[in-house]
């Protein structure tokens, strides 16, 4: 029977399969050390896609490659040697073997890609133990002659020590574990039994006793408040030790503890002392140490023992590479030499970056003792501290080219807001009152994706849009955020804070005295989360539209250079709410309902109005926001069209009208109802939805999640401080 497949192409594969998975697998261990860190600084769908199929391919490449060596023992895959004596093959396939282990190890930059991935550590560790045994099976197998048996064995103790790195690593960040380390000794509190023995004895003998209840301070308490010195927070080094402190105490956010009276009260009066800048440096750094503990080697590596093994890891790797060098290669076929001193070379390349990344990190800093603040490492690391700031921070005469290459290499997250909006995506997707045959053919490549289930990721792609987070903005977020954590001090106004979505602002505050404002209410009070978000993010663009016309800019400019930040301040928190509902529909799940229905509704009417107008794709949001606030509204939607759409485009347009009648007001108005559904999703959004965002670029929602958690707004604090001690007193 022939072969479909011809035989010059098996000499092919079998001649170069297990050099060339060998150098893949080095490639894909080079392109996930420097390209994994990306993740967190780009929210981008090509690097994601890029880091994901790297991971996935490279334990499979390594594996697979494993698996070629102990198949090829005994063979002669390789072109042959006119001086070989019959052993290097076996000798370079053992050489090669814990190369393999090494890279299954994995680098120090990504140990999982998703949460769950950290579930798997069990299933790493029974890798570990048979990849070591099939490779020393390789090594066995090329005794008793083998010349390379010492760099080869130092290059298995390499690989063993990465590979269990790796292991711990996913280990120690799997939730469980993670919560476990979190937990504190079990406290039994003061001895009931023996107490109320001793009171009944006193009873008994007829004596006058009583117990009272006297107030102790728990132990935590007792020491003394959190310290911060003079000029600390311009000082890099100490603002890294300062969020390290913090990382410490509320990293169990992510796994739901509960903290006390004392962690509440010390983080409150610290960032109450706090400017927005400050804040915002001290949550970034420490949102990166989540991202690095839960996503990387980082915990493991910075320890005594990590310091250890890393140690005798880079040393066998050079050691081998000398002993290598030096051992008579003329057995040996030169391209495979050649190969081998890729691998070593690469090893030891990997390393030094990785030995770079262990000094040169948050964490070094962060051990950077008060006392050695001036001290030269650390003058150096202040510098490279420096780097990773934000472009708030950045000289107005900085280089442009050099500032965009330092934050693309250096920042610790995606600094900017991303975006989307209802009716600019209504509009797009109105088909055009006169399609040619090229609009006929992109139409049915639009039905093809739809079929095969790709239509949220071509809106990702086509729609989603970013702006930078201005420093202004989040001074007013956090402002808002500051000012309703002063009157959080008892459990009930805590947790109405905390559950607030629009009805703080418009009945305890300001605008309680305003009658229009009350009339409000109703939507916010009664109607659903996501349905909220809907029909304040399109009345906002009718309101946004309508006051940037140029006309009424120019009639009433003065209005215009009032509230010029106000407008931009809704319009991003607008167009950011609806992103998230729309394209995290996972983060959003909780707290979103049916949002996706709503929204596909809502675009649907949006999409048919537009439509019936003749309004296509090249028409301004101006003009469609205006024809649609032409439609009148005296009878509720509901009342002509039932419940059967889910659809609030009208609903909206009567709040707009509701919203028109306030003037100028309405900006101030909608802005801090905007900061409030913001910090209403932040706050009951799961945790771990959180943590999962920051290794896509990290997102807004995610910082003010992490504000609130210390100003102590929300339900994982014990607001009283709990601790009493009874005594039991006699009388005469």
Known sequence: MVSPIPTSVKNIWEKWNLRGFVLLSLSLQTILILGAPFRK????????????SSYLLADWAANFAIGLIANSQGDNPFAPNPNNTGHFNSDLLAFWAPFLLLHLGGPDTITAFALEDNTL??????????????????????????????PTVLLFLAGIIKYAERTRALYLASLDNFKESMIKKPDPGPNYAKLMEEYSSKKDAKLPTHIELTAERSKDSRTTTYVVDPGDMEHNIALVRHAFHFFNIFKGLIVDLIFSFHERFESRVFFHDRTAEDAFKLVAIELNFIYEALFTKVVVVHSKKGYICRAISFSAVCTALVCFQKIEKHDFHEFDVGITYILLFGALALDSIAVFMLIFSDWTVAAVKKSCQDSCLANILKRYITLKQSWWFVAENANPYLERCRQLLFRRWYESVSIFNLIHYSLKECPKPSPNIFDYFFMACIEIIYLMGLKDLRDKIKYRRSKPLKKELWKFIFDQLRRKSMLADDPETARRISSARGDWILQDSDWNNSKDCRKLLRYVVDVEFDQSILLWHIATEFCYNLDMDPKVQEKESYKAAAVSTEIEHCKILSDYMVYLLVMQPTM????????????RDTCAEAIKFFSRRELGPEVSQKEACERILEVNTDVQPVAVKGDRSKSVLFDACILAKELMTLDE??????SEVWVELLAYAAGHCR???????LSKGGELV???????????IGEQFLINEGHARAKLIVGK
């Open 687 to 693: 945790a771990n939805d959180h943590v999962q965002l």
């Open 121 to 150: 550590w069990l299933r790493h560790l029974f890798g570990l133990v048979f990849q070591v045994i099939a490779a020393v099976y390789v090594f066995i197998q090329s005794f008793p002659k083998n010349k390379l048996w010492l």
């Open 665 to 670: 007001k309405k900006w101030k108005l909608m």
């Open 702 to 712: 995610t910082f003010v999640w992490l504000v609130m958690a210390h100003f102590g």
């Open 588 to 599: 959003m799940s909780t707290v979103a309902g049916i949002g996706q229905i709503r929204f």
């Open 41 to 52: 600084r780009s929210p981008s769908l090509f690097v994601t896609l890029v880091i994901w």
